[in-house]
T-cell receptor, first 114, second 113 residues
Framework: AQTVTQSQPEMSVQEAETVTLSCTYD???????LFWYKQPPSRQMILVIR??????QNATENRFSVNFQKAAKSFSLKISDSQLGDAAMYFC???????????FGKGTKLTVNP | GAGVSQSPSNKVTEKGKDVELRCDPI?????LYWYRQSLGQGLEFLIY????????KSGLPSDRFSAERTGGSVSTLTIQRTQQEDSAVYLC???????????FGQGTRLTVV
């Protein structure tokens, strides 16, 4: 079974600084997708960024970027120029290609200090 | 609205009562998921519907939990004889065909007293 591991239960960063959240996963599949979701106190899960396994180029969305290391099965999220609104729980998720369920890590709580 | 809608937003129930949680997915989305999030924890998969295929029920924690999806759209998660350990946020999500991204609702916070 696929598993997703987030080794940092909590992280903190100063406003305007950069922070990296770690995620590793275990799979024997070659076709899959990886995601980072943000969950603010409102509970709504919001997609931050996604990465298709077949793409070698790391995904980027404005201040958010990933470091996708397929051989190492690592998928870290970098947040640049951190803002107070970035404070939330961040979840890494995996989905096998085709019709399959999402598997989530246990999350990392990010605090942004002013 | 155009997003995934869940109701009720909050539900307090007495131990032993049955509860029904509703999820209205985004129109046209073929896949629908239910997850449970206990306090301070990650998301625990419960059940997954994909089109007309048999649902993946592998995450349901006990036979007190069941879910159905009528007409390929609205889904209801039913918890019978609720226990205090059932207290959690229940999240629903949906995905379109051929797109792995899941869109989440705001969840139902269930409190069993």
């Amino acid at each position: 079974a696929q598993t997703v591991t987030q080794s940092q239960p909590e992280m903190s960063v100063q406003e305007a600084e950069t922070v990296t959240l770690s995620c590793t996963y275990d799979t024997s599949e070659s076709d899959y997708y990886l995601f980072w979701y943000k969950q603010p106190p409102s509970r709504q899960m919001i997609l931050v960024i996604r990465q298709e396994a077949y793409k070698q180029q790391n995904a980027t969305e404005n201040r958010f970027s990933v470091n996708f290391q397929k051989a190492a099965k690592s998928f870290s999220l970098k947040i640049s120029d951190s803002q107070l609104g970035d404070a939330a729980m961040y979840f890494c998720a995996y989905r096998r290609g085709g019709s399959e369920k999402l598997v989530f890590g246990k999350g990392t709580k990010l605090t942004v200090n002013p | 609205g155009a997003g995934v809608s869940q109701s009720p937003s909050n539900k307090v129930t007495e131990k032993g009562k049955d509860v029904e949680l509703r999820c209205d997915p985004i129109s046209g989305h073929t896949a629908l998921y239910w997850y449970r999030q206990s306090l301070g924890q990650g998301l625990e998969f419960l059940i997954y519907f994909q089109g007309n295929s048999a649902p993946d029920k592998s995450g349901l924690p006990s036979d007190r939990f069941s879910a159905e999806r009528t007409g390929g759209s609205v889904s209801t998660l039913t918890i019978q004889r609720t226990q205090q350990e059932d207290s959690a946020v229940y999240l629903c999500a949906s995905s379109p065909m051929n797109d792995p991204e899941a869109f989440f609702g705001q969840g139902t916070r269930l409190t069993v007293v």
